[in-house]
T-cell receptor
Framework: ETGVTQTPRHLVMGMTNKKSLKCEQH?????MYWYKQSAKKPLELMFV???????ENNSVPSRFSPECPNSSHLFLHLHTLQPEDSALYLC??????????????FGDGTRLSIL | KQEVTQIPAALSVPEGENLVLNCSFT??????LQWFRQDPGKGLTSLLL?????REQTSGRLNASLDKSSGRSTLYIAASQPGDSATYLC???????????FGKGTKLSVIP
């Protein structure tokens, strides 16, 4: 039990499809994160939510749309993606967003493939 | 902008060897440094977190050190086992921020 659960684990979609990634944390944390991990590149932070409010959007294209209905759930809605968006998408959570609120706990990710 | 470098990118050792993984960062004004492990197709597991006021942290066969002034951290693994095979990542917050900057990782293979 990692405490952070992501579904689905694998997703294959066409460029015109609409799909959503889901993340749920059972740790009582208040901050949640979306990261993108591409081959041979460092993890890239995409979005940060703290107490359901978005605090960071690291210049992510609008074809990625996050949603955080409560502190335990985080979604990433996908629409009209490009082949270069194929990657492992990781969700993480932490107690808060201050530097003293590490470590971040990660889910196992969703492996996304764009046809 | 914080940059994190991990050397080597890949490492293969026979079982039982002691080994050292290296992490360097460009901005020494960090609050802490975190080492993670990632198994193939899996997420990240936090191994050790070193606060900026600490010099090292230990967990079992793992020992992580931090030298802020030189911008370096090492992860020492004693008596390596095949189950240690994974990619090891280090991460530091941006200066004055909570956001983590990750290195590309070191892929470790421990040969039985």
């Amino acid at each position: 039990e990692t405490g952070v659960t992501q579904t689905p684990r694998h997703l294959v979609m066409g460029m015109t499809n609409k799909k959503s990634l889901k993340c749920e944390q059972h740790l009582g944390h208040n901050a949640m994160y979306w990261y993108k991990q591409s081959a041979k590149k460092p993890l890239e932070l995409m979005f940060v939510y703290n107490f359901k409010e978005q605090t960071e959007n690291n210049s992510v294209p609008s074809r990625f749309s996050p949603e955080c209905p409560n502190s335990s759930h985080l979604f990433l809605h996908l629409h009209t993606l490009q082949p270069e968006d194929s990657a492992l998408y990781l969700c993480a959570s932490s107690q808060g967003i201050g530097q003293g609120h590490q470590p971040q706990h990660f889910g196992d990710g969703t492996r996304l493939s764009i046809l | 902008k914080q940059e994190v470098t991990q050397i080597p990118a890949a490492l293969s050792v026979p079982e039982g060897e002691n080994l050292v993984l290296n992490c360097s960062f460009t901005d020494s004004a960090i609050y802490n440094l975190q080492w993670f492990r990632q198994d193939p197709g899996k997420g990240l597991t936090s191994l050790l977190l070193i606060q900026s006021s600490q010099r090292e942290q230990t967990s079992g066969r793992l020992n992580a050190s931090l030298d802020k002034s030189s911008g370096r951290s090492t992860l020492y693994i004693a008596a390596s086992q095949p189950g240690d095979s994974a990619t090891y990542l280090c991460a530091v917050p941006w200066a004055g921020s909570y956001q983590l900057t990750f290195g590309k990782g070191t892929k470790l293979s421990v040969i039985p």
